[in-house]
């Protein structure tokens, strides 16, 4: 039984993975014997990551039509976002009040990891090292509810802000912008800490423009 409970959350983190890095794209069907095939397992490891992902909203179980990757529109899109930056500035507001020395080296490491992804444009890298920083200002808050709730909206707006980090100059904006925190977050400047963190989530004006041709790109090349 743990065996199979592993396995299924294996696939869960393997499908997961497929979707963030845009492989499997919104509204496309998943196909349970053919993820079996893929990955070499029966389908009831698959059905359970399948229930997995769908209790996430990553994926949406449908009567009769199976499971599809989430779609979620444009208005949803920026709802999501609004609750994730209320969320990362109310992680970022406690990391400055509670974090020890040893997770404030932690968290400049986490952030100087990024440099090299910066400098390469290798979005890609800088996607996982950027989850990496993130995480940091999470476990910081020692808020273990705030931070699960906060890695559950990140974990589902995962494809998104992959998509974020292909537009032009935006990997070098990220990387100040969480330089600016990190130095809030060591000075325990709450006000600023959530000032920052909250305007380098948020998209408005031209980044949510960006975004949406992104998701149109993304919807194309499925």
């Not at 499997?24 to 059905?47: K, N, W, Y």
């Not at 399948?50 to 990757?69: F, K, N, T, Y």
């Not at 290798?122 to 705030?146: K, R, T």
């Not at 974990?155 to 912008?177: A, C, G, I, K, N």
Request: hydrophobic share 45%; glycine share 6%; net charge negative.
């Amino acid at each position: 039984m743990e065996n199979a409970k592993t396995r299924a959350e294996s696939l869960r983190e393997s499908i997961e993975e497929l979707i963030a890095m845009g492989k499997l794209s919104p509204g496309q069907h998943l196909d349970e014997t053919s993820l079996a095939e893929q990955f070499g397992v029966s389908r009831t490891p698959i059905r359970e990551a399948l229930i997995q992902l769908a209790s996430m909203g990553i994926i949406e179980m449908r009567p009769r039509r199976g499971a599809i990757v989430a779609e979620v529109g444009p208005d949803k899109l920026i709802e999501m976002f609004e609750v994730m930056a209320e969320f990362e500035a109310m992680c970022g507001r406690l990391a400055a009040r509670r974090m020890t020395a040893d997770e404030h080296a932690g968290l400049r490491a986490a952030h100087l990891a990024c440099q090299a992804a910066r400098d390469g444009a290798d979005p890609d890298a800088y996607f996982y090292l950027n989850e990496a920083f993130h995480d940091c200002i999470y476990a910081g808050s020692h808020n273990s509810f705030l931070a699960e709730q906060a890695r559950a909206l990140h974990r589902r707006l995962r494809p998104y802000r992959r998509l974020q980090l292909r537009v032009r100059d935006r990997l070098r904006m990220s990387f100040d912008e969480h330089a600016a925190a990190v130095d809030a977050i060591i000075a325990g400047d709450e006000e600023k800490t959530m000032e920052v963190l909250r305007q380098h989530i948020m998209i408005q004006g031209q980044r949510f423009a960006d975004l949406v041709a992104s998701l149109h790109q993304l919807k194309s090349a499925a």
